[in-house]
């Protein structure tokens, strides 16, 4: 099953330069399950032509709102769309947008649907300043649709240097269209803390003491959260993959640094998920020059780290789910009931380190989420993201 199978997106290209990008786009979207229907602006035609986007999509592009397309073709397509995205959207799309025009067959579409809409400017950076331009984004906005503020970086031009217009880019909108098309659930709306990664407790200024946690779970797990509509904190440690699109990401090194982190951010927190692996244990003494080789071994003496899920139980706010991960080498089971009651957690997810396609580093994870309420449920190995789904659907039934 594809995210997208059985969704119908709409997909409005107008006339920039980053139109070269909207192919991309209707492939991502298309491969994710989409059926994908392009509205190309008369400009847009000329940037990128409907061959591309036909091949890509499978389906017939539509341009024009009175000629050789079939009469009524704005209204059929927007009653159909469950999604409409304009990308990339001109300041002078922008402009029809805002005002409501309906002169040409995107706009007048725009006019017609229904569904969510999600707008990804995309113009030179003196251009995406231009006050007039920011009143029609805030005036979309105050109309309901979701308007993307472009990315900062390189701009078309050669001679025009780094600025903010970029328009973003396709796997961030895609991750916006994921978004939009979800069914309102719990989740909406809801704070979400998500620790996700290992930690790095430094022996000296080279060196380091730490884990094989790649983070995958707990970016997984921000990355639906915030689909399903949280507002998503992540604390993390060194990640092996992106902190996904829309999480706000808080990045630290140690485990006394998460614990900080992380009671910082806990006040109006809904949901706690604690999918890290903080260190246990760090040096007592930190050097402060390499250690070099002198000829004998030197001992390094370990001392606790904070137990940041423990710490957290006299800050959560009332009703706060709070979901702990167990991995567990030996007594899987016995070692993550007990964590569970110790550390005052609503869920705990255990996992052995043991077994082959599941905990670090892999795309993929066998877990059994066992509840407070005295269940256990045991899950086959499926992707990540499928656990974070699985998980996020028991944190729902809580909420
Ligand atoms: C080479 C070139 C590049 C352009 N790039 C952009 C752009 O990135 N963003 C933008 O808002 N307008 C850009 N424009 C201006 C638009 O093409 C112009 O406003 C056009 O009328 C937009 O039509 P449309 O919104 O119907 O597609 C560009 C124009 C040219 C000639």
Redesign the pocket.
Known sequence: MRPFDGRRILLGV?????SYKSAWLARLLTQAGAQVDVIL????RE?IGSVTFEALTGRPVHSVLIGDGHALDHIRLAREADLMVVA??????LA?AAHGHAD?L?SATLLAVTCPVLMV????DK?WTNAQVQSNCAALRAQGRVVLDPGVGPL?SPDEGAGQ?RMQEPETIVAHCGRLLEPPGKLRGKRVLVTAGPTREPLDPVRYLSNHSTGKMGVALAEAAWRRGAEVVVVHGPLAVRVPDGACAKPVETAQDMAEAVASEIGDVDVLVMAAAPADFRPAKVASAKIKKSGKVPQVELEETPDILKSTASKRKQGMIAVGFALETDDLRENAQKKLTAKQLQLIVANSAREAGAGFGYDTNRVSILSAAGTTEELPLLPKREVADAILDRIEALL
């Open positions: 107008t006339g920039g330069i980053a602006t008369r400009s847009a940037f990339p959207a001109t300041a002078d799309f029809r040409e995107l400017p995309a113009m030179n251009m078309a217009g």
